[in-house]
Each structure stands twice: as C-alpha cells, then as structure tokens.
C-alpha cells in the first residue's frame, strides 16, 4: 500500500508498525506531527503520554523500557538537549529505546529553520559519560519509516538507545510511502524474549535495572560491558550508500536531507562532465570509515567534499576516516542556511579549477 505521509507522519508510523508500545513526548516545532499522528495511532496500540515536559518524557521512556516494551520519544533540538540526562540513564542501564531528534537552528532557541547542527550532541553521546547511541540519518520520507522499524529492531538487538536524526525539512516534506502490511500484532510477537526485564518477580530471581554503580571497580566494570558492545556495534552496523566513486575526482560527502541536495548537484556535474561520486553516511554512530578506508575509486587520491548544514561537524569524522591520506574540503552554512545545488556546484568547480 502507498499513501501520502510527511518525514514525521511516516517515523510515527514506522514506529506503531515497530510494535512501539508506549510514547512519551513534548511539543516542540518542527516534529509536532509525530506527538499528533501518535495520539491518533497509539491509544490503539499501546499508551500515550502527552507529558509535562522534555525530561518527565524521557524518564517515563526509561521506564517503559525497563519493563520491557517497546518505548519512544520525540522532539527538536532544544528538547533533546533537556533530555540528554535521562538518555545517559538509559544507556547506562543497557535498555534499547527510539529517540527522534527533528533538528531545528541554533544555538540557543534559534529558529524553527532545519538545521544539521546536532551532530556532535547525537554522535557524541550528548550526556554525560562514556556511552554512544546508534544514529540513523534517513534522507527521504520512505527511508523515514523504514529506519524508524530498524532503530527499533537495533534497540533491542544491543540493549542501547537509538537515535533517528532528521531535520525540519524531513519532518515537514510529504512524499508517497510504501507501507508493509504486516500488522503490528505480528511485529509483537516477532520481538525478542527480555529476560532482563522488569516484569515482576514471578518465581524467579529479581531483575535489577540501574546505571547507580557505588562498589569500587563495579563502575569501571559496567563500563568496559558497554564498550565491548560499541565495538561489535562499530563492526556489524556500518550503513552507507556510495554514488559513482568509482572514477570521481571528487566524492561529496553529505548525509540526510543534505544529501538529497548534493545528489543533485552530482548528477547535473556529471551531466557537465566532471567526474564527481557521493557518499552518503546512512548511520552517523557507528560512522561508516569503511567507505573512505576502502575506496572503490580508480583514481589513487580523490578529494573529498563535506557538506553540511553545519559549520563542520561532520567534517571531523570524515577527517578522521580518510587519516590524511586526501584533501579534504569543506562548505557548510547553518542557522537555517540550506546550500543549494548551485553553490555546491560552484564549491566544486571552483577545487577543480
């Protein structure tokens, strides 16, 4: 079945198709009509909760999640930022969970504009402590739906929270989505045991649930757990997709909504002859280095071109994977500034000249 939704329509969707059980969330501008679509959808589904604020939301997630259900939250930048305590909670207690950032300007309040400049807070942790979510940056609205069911699916797999990570235009785009029959119900049933949960103790030892570690060495313990998970993560869960690399002279590196633009922009360069590929991160953690370690391209030393609706946060790991080996260039414009094709194109000819 296709029908008509918008990035934010199409994630609450993806999220109910998931088997998400529970939602709490806050209003916030630009990701409204997730909060909206779940309070149609979920009453039938499971629970929503309208809650009082960013953090009594992401609180009421990590309780959720503890007693094993499929648990999500929702909101912009400034609302993920009051969030990033019960987040470092979540991971600290090894429980899986879906947080969508819809990104808007900033710093501070900002705008309502899209914005790419997130990055750092979403790859990086955000909170404070050693830990890492899986982050998924779709770059249409059927990638929106299809990525939300996978960020649930992760979630569970690693016991760690994930990240869906888009940005204003995303949210608000409507495009046709393909949407899979199979119920909800199926889903459910399909999710894995959780033996760890908190379900009451029914004849069994009881389960406990924390990120509070005071013994000595317990802390350092629980730490060392969490890093060897995030380096089976970093192996099994890189996801990119790479665009006519093999004869570019210069591959454009952007990814979500950015990417969209810099496709363009590839393609009509290509029309003009030049030689220029795509590589587009599909997860931002774990940061696929494979795609520039491993280059497909029969030219020994493309150059790589960043681009972002940033002022270079991406740019550090694209700098970090290619270790020098190639010239790295950079154009970003942020606050609500979206580079268009042309000045991409521009960008380009301009290295080339």
């Known amino acids: 079945m296709k029908i008509l939704l918008s990035g934010n329509e199409a994630i609450a969707q993806g999220a109910i198709q998931a088997g998400c059980s529970f939602y709490a969330g ?60 019960g987040i470092s909670y979540i991971a600290g207690a090894r429980l899986p969970a879906v947080i969508v950032n819809i990104m808007r300007g900033g710093p501070g309040l900002g705008n309502i504009a899209p914005a790419q400049s997130d990055y750092f807070q979403a790859t990086r942790g955000g909170g404070h402590g050693d830990y890492h979510l899986i982050v998924l940056a779709p770059a249409c609205v059927q990638e929106a739906y299809e ?3 996978t960020g649930f699916d992760l979630a569970d797999k690693y016991r760690t929270p994930v990240m869906i990570l888009g ?6 785009m409507m495009e046709p989505v393909v949407i899979r029959r199979q119920k909800t119900e199926d889903r459910r ?117 960043v681009i972002e609706m940033s002022y270079g946060q991406m740019l550090e790991d694209v700098r970090l994977a290619v270790g020098g080996r190639q010239q790295v260039e950079f154009f970003g414009r942020s606050g609500g500034g979206v580079p268009t094709e042309s000045q991409i194109m521009n960008k380009v000819k301009k290295i080339l000249s």
């Open 26 to 85: 806050y209003p916030i501008t630009p990701q409204n009509e997730i909060i909206a679509y779940m309070a149609k959808h979920m009453p039938q589904k499971g629970v929503f909760i309208q809650a009082e604020s960013e953090l009594a939301a992401i609180n009421m997630v990590y309780g959720a999640s503890a007693a094993g259900v499929r648990a999500m939250t929702s909101s912009s930048s400034p609302g993920i930022s009051l969030k990033q305590e």
């Open 189 to 305: 049933q399909k999710q894995p045991i959780k033996p760890w949960a908190l379900t009451g103790c029914k004849g069994r030892k009881p389960n406990i649930v924390k990120s509070f570690f005071l013994r000595e060495g317990a802390l350092e313990e629980a730490n060392l757990k969490l890093q060897r998970k995030y380096e089976i993560i970093r192996k099994k869960e890189e996801r990119y997709e790479n665009l006519f690399s093999s004869d570019a002279k210069i591959i454009l590196v952007a990814y979500g909504t950015m990417a969209r633009i810099a496709k363009s922009a590839m393609l009509e360069l290509r029309k003009e002859g030049y030689k220029i590929g795509l590589i587009r991160p599909i997860s931002l953690w774990p940061f696929p280095v494979n795609a520039f370690r491993h280059p497909s391209s029969v030219i020994r030393h493309p150059s790589f071109l």
């Open 167 to 172: 940005d204003g235009i995303l949210g608000q």
């Open 147 to 149: 990525l939300t069911q």
